[in-house]
């Protein structure tokens, strides 16, 4: 079953199986079909719908200390999407997702383009090396490069040492921003790495051949035809790095007791609405926080897709 | 794939006896022992150093009343489990260690019961004025108070004398000896003031006067945080930073603890619950001679005494024996063998005046400071001298807010005095916010 | 970046016709002068990513050989041993800490991950092949849900989780752990793609013919087809559930069911506030590397697997 798509388009597989229909065999087969997904209905139903159901009714109220519990409908959304520090928060995650996304997926793409040409024992080491990260949880991650970024106590000195510049301070103001994007960058970019050079060795090697006749050097076939054909894998993981950069929330919330001056309580949404509901006992609103952020997220990854529909497929 | 599946499922085999029976029950939760299994048990979350040995005690000595103790955390973990389980109705501990500076949020949102209508009030005599107080609400009191943080000035001996500074005993003084320092070009700075050190710069502005919050009735509220007093420290303190006297790093972080030890600041302004902490780092200069000596003073003339820090035992709403919950928070450090154990193996500085005055307490002499009767000395005087401080029923927010001031005046962004106004102001639209009736 | 990452392995599955050990252009090169010197550079890159994503794992083996005093003194590099080696005393240090906790949290993190793992994967597994193969009414729109479930931020639902969990009897129980566990919509979207192209409709109908029930159509063609992504759900699910933070962090007081993320994190909170003069970082830095240790160990033993989900092709 030799197969030229690289990626199967979601959505577009649902139609694939609208193929048997009609009589009272396949109305009998429909009840499988619920009976096959109905544990991850239960399980859907009482860990994600029921749970949202209840924190939706708790965003539309409003606890004070002095005043109690009160209705007061969507007076919670108004006040995040007027609210100057979810909004700086929403900023600062949209500047990492323009910033980290593209150095991460030019990362792992160099690595996984080269670790799909080069065949040596090397290289198979290389890949392991890269992909470890992966294994570390991240708040376990967010701590090792807490200690690694101590001036005094890291061994960042040292390493700039090497190439004779000295270290910055990782966590000054104008600095921070680049220590969270290399934590996640080590963290993730192996991950990437795996996919794309997964979806790279999917790729029939006889469309090379034709290139290399031509005389195409190694580099021109990788910018022309390779990366052209695992495109849709590429946007495939844009659209989940976005979601999740987003909700950018472990490695700021670990750094903060190092850096309180450039790492706020309101650096992002998702710690900004951490803050307001186990630091100051907002539940509601942290709750609509935490929607409007959902809301946010929905509207950027749908418009993401929406743009480059034609090279994922993801949308019909 | 078969033999991965029967790995897994060895593994999990594994791990399940590995966990025990640990699923369901409260009674399998405890870190000590019950000893009378027939008495009524009352949970407690705290994260005391080596606490176990006091469990225990308590436990032995009381044949009605046993504690189960679980630390679920310090500090802020253990806070956001608190305010989850209150908020869901169920889960919380009978009894709570809470620092001081959050009981008044506690006690604002109803997590925590009124201790007097337990009886808790013939206990006063027992504490000085000013712990009796950071625990109390218009006379009543909600946490029976453990250990106190008094504050002195911590030095170091051998750098003092190296650059010839005396010890300070004004903040004129204090900043004359910071320039010394600087003028003999050293690379010791005279001490660090961190951004993140919201607690220690709420007691400096104390000390100078200021008296941010005042609760009259459940919604009226004073707020005054930019007054005279903490516009005077912070610009004292600011301008030593400008001048690079004094370091800006952040408190309780390695790099911190690493110059705490080495040199890199000549003297600490802190509780009496540092010296225990630094312990941990001893040996990385031998040649540290460490020294206590009071706080300095805006007028020594009239003293102020200041604290950071501290906490006590507090009592959930969701305790089911609520007088048993009482009889454990009052009870737990109530006894001089239970205060051996937290003085000697935990470094607690009792609040309880049984030991607190006793003479054992007094002089005894520490190794860490060459032996100096750091008690008598010093912060026997500043604990019973403290005579207290309100905080907010929001303290988090207003930590916050300050930390967000004394950064921006540390990066030279604002001036202090544009800084405490913002703080000011920020405070205030979020008490309106909860519903309070505001004075400024 | 949390869950929104484990999404992107949905590429994986998906990646076709892998695993005909294809020649690259450059392996296929003979070794003269010139081309050697091709291969250099690609190598250069590669032995500066190890570089980046395994120093920071020398760091840490060198620093859980240290003591407390020997971390904080300055006196060595961070990126070399100090004359004393002290990583057993570090070690039994560690295993003593209040009465045997840390072994405790790694058992805990084996009991989750494992029994959360293993019940995703089965539930994912049902769902996935009964999306794929059956037509019934609401499909679309369940299936609409599992993807949008992706956009959820955490934090929205953990204070609802909890009361539910709390109303029921199940925090402070493994229960709240592993249950929450089992709802792993990346997995299904997974199954389900993957299902749609591995089982060919022909098998089934013949099976059909041959007068197979439903649930042994399930059992005797399609799951043997399946193996290779149900074994990568699997890891994805148990690696998922090892790394989660925010669950365990609010589900459990109780100390001993922590799993090893958050009592490290407890560990560490408790080093920075501790006032009873006990050396506490050093074990926070040697808990931290044993705890990778498991993880790193079936990353690398386990390849085969994490390719088996990526090869797929050579199935048929």
Not at chain 1, 210 to 236: E, H, Y
Not at chain 3, 226 to 238: E, F, G, M, Y
Not at chain 3, 244 to 254: K, W
């Amino acid at each position: 079953m030799a197969q030229t798509a690289v990626t199967a388009p979601p959505l577009a597989a649902m139609s694939r199986s609208g193929r048997r229909r009609g009589d009272v065999v396949s109305r009998r087969r429909a009840r499988w079909g619920w009976a096959f997904t109905a544990p991850f209905a239960v399980i859907l139903l009482v860990f994600l719908i029921v749970p949202l159901v209840f924190a939706f009714v708790l965003s539309l109220q409003n606890t004070t200390l002095a005043g109690g519990t009160s209705w007061v409908g969507f007076a919670n959304y108004i006040k995040a999407f007027t609210d100057p520090l979810f909004l700086s928060g929403v900023w600062t995650v949209v500047l990492f997702s323009i910033v980290l996304i593209p150095i991460q997926m030019v990362v792992s793409l160099i690595a996984a383009l080269l670790l799909d040409a080069l065949t040596s024992r090397f290289a198979r080491f290389s890949r392991l090396m890269i992909f470890v990260p992966y294994a570390v949880p991240a708040v376990i991650g967010a701590l090792m490069w807490g200690f690694l970024y101590s001036p005094s106590f890291g061994p960042a000195q040292e390493v700039f040492g090497w190439i004779g510049l000295t270290a910055p301070d990782f966590f000054a103001d104008q600095n921070v921003f680049g220590s969270l994007v290399n934590i996640v960058t080590w963290q993730w970019a192996g991950y990437y790495m795996i996919i794309l050079y997964a979806a790279l060795q999917g790729v029939d090697p006889t469309i090379y051949e034709a290139a290399r006749v031509d005389g195409a050097s190694a580099f021109q076939t990788a910018v022309r035809i390779k990366i052209p054909m695992i495109a849709s894998s590429l946007v495939l993981i844009l659209v989940f790095a976005l979601i999740g950069t987003l909700q950018f929330f472990n490695e700021p919330q670990m750094l903060r007791g190092m850096a309180s001056g450039s790492i706020t309580s309101h650096y992002t949404p998702n710690i900004y609405a951490y803050t307001v509901a186990f630091s100051y006992h907002q539940f509601n609103y942290a709750s609509a926080i935490a929607f409007a952020l959902g809301i946010v997220i929905f509207v950027g990854s749908y418009v993401f897709m929406f743009a480059t529909r034609k090279r994922s497929g993801l949308m019909k | 794939m078969k033999r991965l599946l029967a790995a897994g499922g060895a593994l999990a085999l594994l791990a399940v006896t590995l966990t025990g029976c640990s699923g369901g029950g409260s009674g399998s939760s405890c870190q000590n022992k019950i000893m009378h299994s027939d008495a009524t048990q009352v949970s407690m979350w705290a994260w005391y150093p080596n606490f176990k040995p006091v469990v225990n005690l308590f436990n032995k000595t009381h044949k009605k009343v046993q504690i189960c103790w679980t630390n679920a955390g310090a500090g802020n973990d253990e806070y956001t489990k608190f305010s989850t389980a209150i908020q869901a109705g169920s889960g919380a501990p009978d009894v709570v260690m809470l620092e001081s500076e959050v009981v008044p949020s506690y006690i604002a949102d109803g997590s925590i019961v009124n201790l007097s209508t337990l009886g808790a009030d013939k206990l006063k005599d027992n504490y000085s004025e000013g712990a009796w107080s950071d625990e109390s609400k218009g006379g009543d009191v909600y946490a029976i108070p453990v250990d106190g943080g008094p504050v002195g000035m911590l030095y170091r001996k051998d750098l003092f004398d190296k650059y010839g500074l005396t010890v300070p005993t004004t903040w004129d003084e204090f900043a004359a000896d910071a320039q010394k320092l600087k003028d003999a070009g050293a690379k010791t700075l005279m001490t660090d003031f961190p951004g993140n050190g919201r607690a220690y710069q709420t007691a400096l502005f104390a000390q100078a006067g200021s008296e941010p919050f005042e609760l009259t009735g459940k919604t009226d509220m004073k707020v005054d945080l930019d007054d005279q007093a903490s516009n005077k420290v912070l610009s004292y303190w600011n301008d030593l930073v400008q001048k690079k006297l004094v370091g800006t790093e952040d408190a309780s972080t390695t790099d911190y603890n690493t110059h705490l030890v080495n040199g890199t600041y000549a003297s600490v302004i802190a509780a009496a619950w540092l010296p225990g902490y630094l312990q941990g780092f001893t040996g990385a200069d031998k040649s540290a001679q460490w020294r206590v000596a009071p706080v300095p003073q805006w007028d020594p003339a009239n003293p102020v005494q200041i604290n950071i820090g501290g906490s006590a035992f507090a009592v959930s709403n969701q305790a089911k024996d609520k007088k048993a919950a009482a009889t454990v928070a009052e009870g737990i450090f109530g006894t001089e063998a239970a205060w051996k154990l937290g003085i000697e193996k935990a470094a607690l500085f009792p609040l309880w005046k049984p030991i607190l005055e006793s003479d054992y307490f007094k002089e005894k002499a520490y190794d860490f400071f060459g032996g100096q009767q750091i008690n008598k000395d010093v912060f026997l005087t500043a604990a019973t001298e403290y005579k207290g401080f309100q905080f907010s029923p929001f303290q988090n927010l207003v930590y916050d807010k300050l930390t967000d001031a004394v950064n921006a005046t540390n990066k030279g962004k604002q001036q202090p005095a544009q800084a405490l106004a913002g703080y000011q102001k920020a405070v205030v639209s979020y008490a309106k916010q909860q519903g309070y009736k505001v004075t400024e | 970046m949390t869950a929104a990452d484990t999404t992107a392995d949905t590429t994986i599955a998906v990646t076709r016709g892998a695993g005909r050990g294809k020649q690259t252009p450059a392996g296929r090169t003979g070794r003269s002068a010139p081309r050697r010197r091709a291969l250099a550079i690609p190598h250069i890159i590669l032995a500066a990513f190890i570089v980046y994503f395994a120093l920071p794992f020398w760091w840490l083996i060198v620093a859980s050989t240290k003591s407390q005093q020997s971390l904080f003194d300055g006196k060595t590099s961070p990126l070399w041993f100090a004359s004393h080696f002290d990583l057993f005393a570090n070690i039994s240090a560690l295993f003593n800490y209040s009465g045997g906790l840390y072994a405790r949290w790694l058992g805990n993190s084996f009991l989750y991950a494992i029994a959360g793992g293993l019940g995703a994967t089965v539930v994912s597994v049902l769902a996935g092949y009964g999306f794929a193969q059956y037509a019934f009414r609401g499909r679309r729109a369940f299936f609409a849900i599992v993807l949008g479930s992706v956009m959820v931020p955490a934090t929205v639902l953990v204070i609802p989780l909890f009361v539910m969990m709390s109303a029921a009897h199940l925090t402070n129980t493994v229960w709240a752990m592993i249950l929450p566990s089992m709802l792993n919509p990346f997995a299904v979207y997974l199954m389900k793609v993957y299902s749609d192209e591995a089982i060919p409709a022909e098998m089934i109908d013949a099976a059909r013919v041959d007068g197979a029930g439903e649930l042994r159509v399930f059992g005797r063609v399609a799951l043997p087809l399946l193996r290779p992504a149900i074994v990568t759900v699997l890891l994805l699910s148990i690696v998922g559930t090892w790394n989660n933070f925010f669950l365990p962090l609010v589900m459990f007081s109780n100390p001993q069911l922590f799993p090893i993320t958050v009592g490290l994190g407890a560990l560490q909170s408790q080093a920075q506030v501790n006032t009873g003069g006990q050396a506490l970082w050093n074990l926070v830095i040697t808990g931290a590397f044993l705890s990778i240790i498991p993880l790193v160990v079936s990353f690398l033993t386990l390849q085969r697997y994490w390719q088996g989900g990526l090869s797929i092709g050579s199935v048929k």
